[in-house]
Each structure stands twice: as structure tokens, then as C-alpha cells.
């Protein structure tokens, strides 16, 4: 089974920009798609972008559209999730997950997930 870490979260002014990485191991991460997901304060667990990794093919949600970008490298076993123009509303718990090939946004469809990365934006 693939396990991912996360990294990259912080504490970053309005305006500026992070650039999150979720790092996978135990097993290629060929045949599978790696998403990433966020969870606000009293808020539940929402989509926010996914990857095929043996493809080209990109999803984003709807708020996440334009400021952020989804993408990998596959020789460092990486996808990262790069986000500008950060607000007060971006501020969550940020995780990478893994599913099979030909599944959804749903989060049941994930079945290994890192422990997150802390993202607040504060002025």
C-alpha cells in the first residue's frame, strides 16, 4: 500500500503563495490518482484538486479554480499542489490522498491518506 506525507504548509500572509508537496512511498504511485483535500475549523473534509498520475488529466473544484495548480513529478514520486493568491478563507488542514484509477471526488473512494499539512493565512 502507498503512504504519502505531506509538507509545505506554514503561516503566510494574504496575497502570498505556498506550494504543498505530498511525497509517496511503499509503492509507485503509477495506476492510481493522488487528490488533495482540505478541512476548515468546524467545516467538513472538501475536494480540492486530483491527479492522474499516469496521465495528463486534472480536476478542480469550483473555489479552487485559477489560483491553484495541481502537479507532479514523477521522478521524485511528488505531487504537489501549488497555491497563489492566498486568502483568509484558504486557511486548513491540507491532505493528499490515493484511489484507483477511474474514481471520483467522493472521499470514501480514497483508501490512504497522509496526516496533513497546516496551512493559516493571518495578517
Known amino acids: 500500500q502507498v503512504q504519502l506525507v505531506e509538507s509545505g504548509g506554514g503561516l503566510v500572509q494574504p496575497g502570498g503563495s505556498l506550494r504543498l508537496a505530498c511525497a509517496g512511498s511503499?509503492?509507485?504511485?503509477?495506476?492510481?490518482?493522488i487528490g488533495w483535500f482540505r478541512q476548515a475549523p468546524g467545516k467538513e473534509r472538501e475536494f480540492v484538486a486530483r491527479?492522474?498520475?499516469?496521465?495528463?488529466?486534472?480536476d478542480y473544484a469550483d473555489s479552487a479554480k485559477g489560483r491553484f495548480t495541481i502537479s507532479k513529478d514523477i521522478y521524485k514520486n511528488t505531487v504537489y499542489l501549488q497555491i497563489n493568491d492566498l486568502t483568509f478563507e484558504d486557511t486548513a488542514v491540507y491532505y493528499c490522498a490515493a484511489a484507483r484509477t477511474g474514481s471520483s471526488r467522493k472521499l470514501e473512494d480514497y483508501t490512504a491518506w497522509g496526516q496533513g499539512t497546516q496551512v493559516t493565512v493571518s495578517s
Open positions: 491527479l492522474t498520475w499516469a496521465g495528463v488529466r486534472t
Open positions: 511503499g509503492r509507485p504511485l503509477s495506476n492510481i490518482i
